[in-house]
């Protein structure tokens, strides 16, 4: 048993340190997106939507509306990259803009001349490429924070640079469609306790800009 428990601490160990070098490349390219960013936040906020169970959905004809987990439990897989790269997304956008800002994502996968998404994520791959397969993992990630409704694709599926264009939404995960799209917007740094209060109070104007139907805001 103990020399079993050995084996199975040393492997823990080696793979590990397989990590090391991918995650001192990520810290290096998030030190930069800090750097180049301006906004010089001392703390980064995360809204407590993202761990609180969402509302429930309405019951058909009477039933019991429908209990649905939190967003974070939709990301927490044994292989992935999803709540990681939402995080880092996070980080971003916070560090290039100011409390209130709506998000526009600008930064592609890959980038000639600054930090892309596939450098902000330590992903590590078995594959002979590992650019490729960090390329594949970003892509992955990505793909499970649009179902889980944490981001939107711009680009219609099958376009070349569909996944270059991904627009991120807010921490509740509840945008659906057209006519109800939480965009993200930058937090106030002390609003920790009421964010998702400032967040209820802007969803009645999210995409009336674009002529979407409003949409009735809870009490």
Excluded: C
């Excluded at 199975?8 to 793979?15: D, E, S, T």
């Excluded at 902000?120 to 960090?134: N, Q, R």
């Excluded at 680009?155 to 996944?163: K, N």
């Amino acid at each position: 048993m103990a020399q079993r428990d050995n084996d199975r601490q040393r492997r823990r160990g080696q793979a590990l340190r397989g990590f090391a070098t991918p995650y001192a490349k990520a810290q290096n390219a998030l030190h930069r997106v800090y750097g180049d960013g301006g906004a010089a936040r001392s703390r980064f906020e995360v809204r407590r939507s993202l761990i609180l169970r969402r509302r429930p959905t309405e019951g058909i004809y009477g039933a019991t509306p429908a209990q649905r987990s939190a967003p974070v439990a939709d990301l927490i897989t044994a292989r992935g990259w999803a709540l990681h790269l939402y995080l880092v997304a996070l980080f971003e956008a916070q560090s290039r803009r100011r409390a209130g800002s709506s998000i526009q994502n600008t930064r592609k996968l890959q980038e000639p001349d600054r930090p892309g998404w596939v450098d902000l994520l330590p992903a590590v791959t078995t594959t002979a490429d590992p650019v490729a397969g960090a390329l594949r993992q970003t892509k992955r990630a990505l793909t499970l924070l649009s179902q889980a409704h944490l981001v939107r694709f711009q680009r219609p599926a099958g376009t070349v640079d569909r996944f270059d264009h991904f627009q991120l939404l807010l921490e509740s995960g509840e945008s659906y469609g057209l006519w109800h799209q939480d965009f993200y917007f930058v937090p106030k740094q002390d609003s920790f306790g009421s964010a998702d209060t400032s967040t209820r109070k802007r969803r009645a104007h999210v995409g009336t800009r674009r002529n979407y139907r409003r949409r009735p805001v809870a009490s």
